[in-house]
């Protein structure tokens, strides 16, 4: 049945304005999407833009994970003109055999202090005469690697491409605390070293610290772990320099001493604290019988008398200095403790001067040119 015309021509009027709104919503579509079909305002991730700070790292809600979103790394470059290393003779050497001592700072929890893992905190380090940062990713604490995977990665990823674009070297820490057994969670750090190492597959300026201070454990435990964990990174960097942690915080290292992993390129941690301490007497046997030892972490607390061991902690610095062994002080934030290199009222998170720095803080300054 043939309708009439008025009605034909309203179906012809409509028929022809709902086909040019599609085509303009094609249309809004294609102009918006970048070549991968990704929004063009979105990030590596693919999250817009605006939601990130300035410097191009999460927003402090971001950072906190409150957020509740997973963000993926973005594909590393992992760009270095620094030159390999190997252990040689109870100490690192480059590739000519000469003796390197890296000197250099820790940063505190990466998702706690984000804000100081930038390209100008790190230059900061530099000039002051250190040559390497320690990225200290906790694992068992809230918003830990175990608790947010990806994100953990992609922030210590932003870290390192960070460290080494100013040219330092640069210590991935898997930092267990309070999961003193390296053993619980063994799974999850070979998964984790895995990753990074085929992401710098064998690049020169990444050494890997697996187990930052393993306790209520014996070193036969720590040894299990490592001899699994180890051939993770080895897989994607044959070469790299290792760092194992040993018992009671990586303070007792003489069972590291006599009963060292037979693998090449291996050195041990060794942490300690001036004032908590009363000797470092473990650390002067392994430079005596040359264990390759690194002391990853150190830092400068207060005395039984309530006082900044400052003075201590020159003479230990003085001393790591004299050896040649390598060291990273805890740690590169404001968080109002002892151990702190910036004041807790400097907000800075880069172009620090002298003034910027704690006590405490000095003593690491004064240090990083090595020995005088």
């Not at 690049?203 to 930052?212: Q, R």
């Amino acid at each position: 049945m043939e309708g009439k015309p008025e009605y034909r021509g309203r179906i012809f009027r409509s028929a022809v304005t709902l086909l040019l709104g599609m085509m303009l919503i094609f249309s809004g579509c294609l102009s918006e999407a970048g070549p991968d079909g990704r929004p063009s305002s979105s990030s590596p991730g693919g999250s817009d833009s605006s939601e990130k700070s300035d410097s191009g790292r999460p927003s402090p809600a971001e950072s906190s994970g409150s957020s509740g979103q997973e963000s993926s790394a973005a594909q590393p470059s992992g760009k270095t003109d620094l030159p390999a290393l190997h252990v040689e003779d109870g100490h690192l050497a480059d590739e000519t055999g000469s003796p390197v001592q890296l000197r250099g700072m820790s940063t505190h929890g990466i998702r706690w202090y984000p804000q100081y893992a930038n390209q100008g905190a790190f230059r900061f380090v530099k000039e002051a005469g250190g040559n390497v940062i320690r990225i200290a990713m906790y694992t068992d604490t809230e918003n830990g690697y175990l608790a947010a995977p990806e994100e953990n990665v992609h922030i210590v990823q932003r870290a390192v491409e960070d460290a080494l674009a100013v040219g330092m070297y640069v210590i991935v820490d898997w930092h267990i605390l309070s999961d003193g057994d390296p053993t619980v969670h063994q799974v999850e750090a070979a998964a984790f070293f895995e990753t990074m190492a085929s992401a710098y597959a064998g690049n020169p300026a990444i050494l890997y610290e697996i187990a930052n201070e393993p306790n209520g454990v014996s070193w036969d435990v720590i040894r299990s772990y490592a001899e699994t964990v180890i051939p993770m990174i080895r897989k994607h960097s044959p070469d790299a320099v290792i760092i194992v942690g040993t018992p009671e915080y990586s303070f007792n290292i003489e069972e590291a001493v006599g009963h060292p992993l037979p693998m090449e390129n291996l050195m041990y941690a060794y942490h300690y604290y001036a004032g908590e301490k009363d000797t470092y007497r473990g650390l002067a046997l392994a430079a005596e019988k040359k264990c390759p030892v690194f002391v990853s972490e150190w830092g400068i607390g207060n005395d039984p008398t309530g006082e900044t061991a400052l003075e201590e902690g020159r003479e230990f610095v003085a001393f790591m200095n004299g050896q040649g062994i390598s060291w990273c002080a805890w740690s590169f934030c404001n968080k109002e403790e002892p151990y702190s290199l910036i004041r807790s009222d400097c907000l800075k998170t880069e172009g620090f001067t002298a003034d910027d720095l704690t006590a405490v803080g000095r003593v690491y300054y004064e240090g990083m040119p090595g020995a005088r």
